[in-house]
């Protein structure tokens, strides 16, 4: 008995350890992992039709994979394309501006002239050196830019093996989903309803988490074009599908594509737009997220909306982007185990000991 002891516990300990050198070898491709492991579960029902339609697991799965690609990974390379080609019209508008103003401090300074003599009547501006304050600023951003520009293809080619990592687990989860999965579950110690149980609230929680997000998605990108097009911004559709995408991102969200904007409108002199378009994102579309989230990830798990709200935040903070599916998960599985355990321990009414009392 003693040895069989000694032996289960050594085996517990080289299981740990090898589960932790596993996580090691993992952990830089985790992301690209668990985004292939969301978009199998989306778009598991795509793939059932082609299998159905094709022979051949490895034909099924290239062609589902490349469905995803055209779905996902296409529309998101041109519309970058889009935006890179805004950016750079905007950027050659403030420049020529600057230009005839006599460069780009001149020209800040000068924007800067009109609402500092409004605030000076309320407040003394005196001890204020605006102009090498701005200059400060200026070098600052500078350097920043050059930085950024620097780091750019580097970023840009991790970018592209991420996509590559993605799509190559996606291909064999397409193929060997099942198996992985009747695998996995194999080496838990539960029941096959147990199993069955758990695996289809993982399921459910990704799927409810990406229709939120495409929700959030759509609302905040809905109202980021409507408001472009009422401060007569250009290319609203555009911006407004940017919002959409951006809205995925954790904290910043939509703030990419008002925050600038607003910046753009003081820049060029549009003060009172300047003013609508903040309030309307800090006030209106910043609020979506935390209203619409919740309320359709709830809904369709069965989780109190609080518990969501913290679920999504809490994920974020440890895992970043992927933590807005990740969260509910986890909260999922946790909860689907400690009402596996509550029904362990439950003890029939019929099989309880009576005591002298009754």
């Known amino acids: 008995m003693r040895q069989q002891q000694a032996n289960t516990w050594f085996l517990f300990a080289l299981a740990a350890v090898a589960v932790y050198l596993l996580y090691l070898v993992a952990r830089p491709f985790l992301s690209p992992i668990l985004a292939a492991i969301v978009l199998a579960v989306v778009f598991h029902p795509l793939h059932a039709r082609i299998c159905i339609s094709v022979r051949g697991s490895n034909l099924a799965a290239t062609l589902s994979t490349v469905l995803v690609i055209l779905i996902v ?7 970058g394309i889009a935006v890179t080609r805004e950016l750079a019209d905007l950027y050659r508008l403030l420049s020529d501006k600057s230009i005839a103003q006599g460069g780009i401090s001149a020209y800040l300074i000068r924007l800067l002239e009109a609402p500092a003599r409004v605030l000076g009547r309320y407040v003394d501006l005196s001890g204020l050196e605006v102009r090498a304050t701005l200059l400060r600023w200026v070098d600052t951003a500078s350097r920043y830019l050059l930085a950024l520009s620097g780091r750019a293809l580097s970023n ?10 993605v799509f190559f687990t996606l291909f064999f989860l397409f193929r060997d989903g099942i198996s992985i999965r009747r695998s996995i579950t194999a080496l838990l110690p539960l029941t096959n309803a147990q199993s069955a149980r758990l695996v289809s609230r993982i ?4 799927i409810a988490s990406v229709y939120g ?3 959030v998605g ?16 250009p290319s609203p559709a555009l911006w407004g599908t940017v919002a959409a995408l951006a809205s995925l991102i954790p904290v910043v969200g939509t703030g990419l594509v008002w925050v600038p904007a607003t910046a753009i409108l003081l820049l060029s002199g549009h003060w009172i737009k300047a003013l609508i378009l903040s309030g309307c994102g800090a006030a209106v ?6 209203l619409v989230r919740p309320y359709i990830v709830g809904g369709r798990t069965k989780m109190n909306n609080l518990l969501i709200f913290f679920a999504l935040l809490g994920g974020v903070e440890a895992f970043g982007l992927m933590g807005i599916f990740i969260g509910p998960v986890i909260v999922a599985v946790a ?8 029904e362990l321990n439950a003890v029939p009414e019929m099989q309880r000991p009576t005591t002298v009392a009754e």
């Open 156 to 165: 840009v080619l991790s970018l592209i093996f991420k996509a590559f990592v």
């Open 285 to 290: 579309i910043a609020q979506i997220d935390a």
């Open 335 to 342: 909860i689907v185990l400690l009402d596996m355990l509550r």
């Open 203 to 206: 399921n459910e929680t990704i």
């Open 218 to 233: 759509f609302s905040q990108g809905l109202l980021t074009g409507v408001a472009f097009w009422l401060l007569s911004l």
């Open 213 to 215: 997000g495409i929700a």
């Open 73 to 79: 990974f296409i529309p998101t390379v041109v519309l």
